[in-house]
Nanobody
Framework: QVQLVESGGGLVQAGGSLRLSCAAS????????MGWFRQAPGKEREFVAA????????SYADSVKGRFTIFRDNAKNMVYLQMNSLKPEDTAVYYC?????????????WGQGTQVTVSS
C-alpha cells in the first residue's frame, strides 16, 4: 500500500497563499491517481483536486478552480497543492490520497492530514 505524509498547512490571512506537500512512498506506478481532499468541522470530507501520476489531465472542485493548482514531481515522489486567494471557507484539514486507476476502486491510501486555517 502507498504511504502518504502531508505537510505545509498553517494559518494564513484571507487572500494569502499556502503550498501543501505530500510525500509518497510505496508501490506507486503510472496507473495511480493522486488527490487532495479536505474536511471542515462538522462537514463531510470533500474532493479538492486530482491528477494522474503519469501526467495528463487534472481535475478540480468548482469551489477551487482558478485558485488551486495540483502538480507533481515524479523524481521526488511528491504531490503538491498550491492554494492562492485563500478564503475563510477553505479552512479545513487537508488530506492527500492515492488510488489505482481501476474501475470501481476508491481512494484507498490516505495521509494523516494537515490543518489549513484561513482568517478573515
Amino acid at each position: 500500500q502507498v504511504q502518504l505524509v502531508e505537510s505545509g498547512g498553517g494559518l494564513v490571512q484571507a487572500g494569502g497563499s499556502l503550498r501543501l506537500s505530500c510525500a509518497a512512498s510505496g508501490p506507486i506506478f503510472g496507473s495511480y491517481a493522486m488527490g487532495w481532499f479536505r474536511q471542515a468541522p462538522g462537514k463531510e470530507r470533500e474532493f479538492v483536486a486530482a491528477l494522474r501520476w503519469s501526467g495528463g489531465t487534472t481535475s478540480y472542485a468548482d469551489s477551487v478552480k482558478g485558485r488551486f493548482t495540483i502538480f507533481r514531481d515524479n523524481a521526488k515522489n511528491m504531490v503538491y497543492l498550491q492554494m492562492n486567494s485563500l478564503k475563510p471557507e477553505d479552512t479545513a484539514v487537508y488530506y492527500c490520497a492515492a488510488k489505482p486507476v481501476v474501475a470501481g476502486v476508491n481512494w484507498d491510501s490516505w495521509g494523516q492530514g494537515t490543518q489549513v486555517t484561513v482568517s478573515s
